[in-house]
T-cell receptor, first 113, second 115 residues
Framework: AQSVTQLDSQVPVFEEAPVELRCNYS??????LFWYVQYPNQGLQLLLK??????LVESINGFEAEFNKSQTSFHLRKPSVHISDTAEYFC???????????FGTGTRLTIIP | GAVVSQHPSWVICKSGTSVKIECRSL??????MFWYRQFPKQSLMLMAT?????????EQGVEKDKFLINHASLTLSTLTVTSAHPEDSSFYIC???????????FGPGTRLTVT
């Protein structure tokens, strides 16, 4: 069965410290990978995506994620977090030939002042 | 570009009544729309996938007679929760995808509270 694992349900981090949110997926086929951010009582906003090409993708607000095919991972990183990064982060995978997104269970990132 | 709206953003209804939620793609043609349900502090659960002009495909365990989905045009899909009960209270989120697109664009969500 296709699945996405976000091992960390909650990650507290001090402001200006680095952070990594982990995402692994089960796959025997090619995938498209996404990270979404959700602020309280809001919908999902696309943070970044991997479709093809360079395995390192970046967002406009300093996040980056690296597609690692051998480890079936797509971890999200930021070298220095800000209070405004406090939110829920969802990793999602779309498998080739399937229009559906499979979501991880989410990681709540809390920034400590 | 790629903006999806939902209306209403929140709704409170009495048990036994029906509620309709609209999902619109504002600046693109959405050949496929998806409806999700999200419980507090949990991930999104796909309820159904709808393609314009055809019947929705429901996920296992989702009652199609209770959650009526209509995708009558390339910019509008509706979800009607029929005979709502308190256990239907949840955050409902739609997303839309254009022809040949790899991405889904999400609406802001609708919070439904059934009293």
């Amino acid at each position: 069965a296709q699945s996405v694992t976000q091992l960390d349900s909650q990650v507290p981090v001090f402001e200006e410290a680095p952070v990594e949110l982990r995402c692994n997926y089960s796959s025997s086929v090619s995938v498209y990978l996404f990270w979404y951010v959700q602020y309280p009582n809001q919908g999902l906003q696309l943070l970044l995506k991997y479709l093809s090409g360079s395995t390192l993708v970046e967002s406009i607000n300093g996040f980056e994620a690296e597609f690692n095919k051998s480890q079936t991972s797509f971890h999200l990183r930021k070298p220095s977090v800000h209070i405004s990064d406090t939110a829920e982060y969802f990793c999602a995978v779309r498998y080739f030939g399937n229009e559906k997104l499979t979501f991880g269970t989410g990681t709540r990132l809390t920034i400590i002042p | 570009g790629a903006v999806v709206s939902q209306h209403p953003s929140w709704v409170i209804c009495k048990s036994g009544t029906s509620v309709k939620i609209e999902c619109r793609s504002l600046d693109f043609q959405a050949t496929t729309m998806f409806w999700y349900r999200q419980f507090p502090k949990q991930s999104l659960m796909l309820m159904a996938t709808s393609n314009e002009g055809s019947k929705a495909t429901y996920e296992q365990g989702v009652e199609k007679d209770k959650f009526l989905i209509n995708h009558a045009s390339l910019t509008l899909s509706t979800l009607t929760v029929t005979s709502a009960h308190p256990e239907d209270s949840s955050f409902y989120i739609c997303s839309a995808s254009g022809r040949g697109s790899y991405e889904q664009y999400f609406g802001p969500g609708t919070r439904l509270t059934v009293t």
